[in-house]
């Protein structure tokens, strides 16, 4: 196999993105679509649709908010790594990574803690205001492809987006569940349409982004490419020449 351990390292986060996240997210948008007929439908449908698919939309959605934060963290771990491994980052800037380290862990640490303060409003808020920051900090860390220029299809930002809208997803569930807040119903409605069309836009993104990372070890080729827009040559590759043998 053309696969060294880098490449199978790589390939880690699009595998659990495809066989985890979005086969959870199929769960998570069925329950919902059911929740929502079973609230608003003829007294036929509720009769159809069993009592227990709230609870059940509930229940995998958690799962499904913790695994896209768990998929964004794993996304930005990797390059980061891979960056540090390169940068030596233990000697030249061992604080820094150590900052980051503690960024990871409280991240993951305030993440517990929204769910651990399910009861008390403020302290759920800050805690998931927290991740957030978490999130936003680890994403902007060196080595991240980031596609700045090219913000508006990135996989990063659209990912960024989209865990974040988990993350909200969380923060006001007992506003929802238990105060049965309209209103914190239809903003969830809202955020959580806008986070479908997000994984939608993921998926699409992380497959083009599949496509045009090369295996490591043909990275000093086609990293040779010219991938220049304003240069004459922009999209050639050097020529590829065999060695005589
Ligand atoms: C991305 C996917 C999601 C979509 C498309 C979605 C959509 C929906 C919809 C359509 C409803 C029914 C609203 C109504 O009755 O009018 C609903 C209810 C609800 N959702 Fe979500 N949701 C998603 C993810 C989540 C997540 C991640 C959580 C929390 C962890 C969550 C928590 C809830 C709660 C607590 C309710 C109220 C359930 C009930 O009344 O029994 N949802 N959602
Ligand atoms: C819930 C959905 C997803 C989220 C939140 C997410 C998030 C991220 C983030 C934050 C990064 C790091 C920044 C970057 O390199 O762009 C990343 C990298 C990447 N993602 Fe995703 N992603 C998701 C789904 C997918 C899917 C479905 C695929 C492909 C099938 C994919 C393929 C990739 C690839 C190839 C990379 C570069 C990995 C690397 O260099 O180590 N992602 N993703």
């Not at 996240?21 to 609230?39: E, K, N, Y």
């Not at 960024?160 to 969380?170: E, G, I, R």
Request: hydrophobic content about 50%.
């Amino acid at each position: 196999m053309e696969l060294n351990l880098v490449d199978w390292l790589r390939l880690l986060h699009p595998i659990l993105a495809v066989t985890v996240v979005f086969p959870l997210l199929g769960i998570v948008v069925s329950r919902a679509v059911l929740t929502r007929s079973r609230r608003l439908g003829s007294s036929d449908d509720r009769k159809k649709i069993p009592t227990n698919v709230g609870p059940e939309h509930v229940q995998t959605g958690h799962w499904f908010a913790i695994a896209v934060i768990g998929l964004y963290l794993l996304g930005c771990a990797r390059p980061m790594v891979a960056f540090w491994l390169k940068q030596q980052a233990w000697s030249q800037t061992p604080l820094q990574l150590l900052l980051v380290l503690l960024t990871y862990g409280i991240t993951l640490g305030a993440l517990w803690g929204i769910f651990k303060a399910a009861n008390q409003r403020v302290w759920r808020l800050t805690f998931a205001g927290l991740t957030a920051i978490g999130l936003l900090v680890l994403g902007w860390q060196e080595g991240i492809f980031r596609r700045d220029n090219e913000w508006f299809i990135s996989h990063f930002y659209f990912g960024l987006v989209a865990t974040l809208l988990m993350v909200f997803s969380l923060a006001i569930l007992p506003d929802i569940y238990r105060d049965r807040s309209q209103t914190w119903r239809k903003i969830h409605l809202i955020a959580n349409t806008v986070a479908v069309l997000l994984f939608i836009a993921q998926g699409i993104t992380g497959t083009r982004d599949l496509l045009e990372i090369p295996l490591s070890w043909q990275e000093s080729t086609v990293y040779a490419c010219d991938y220049d827009k304003a240069s004459p040559t922009y999209k050639t590759c050097p020529p590829v020449t065999k060695s005589p043998n």
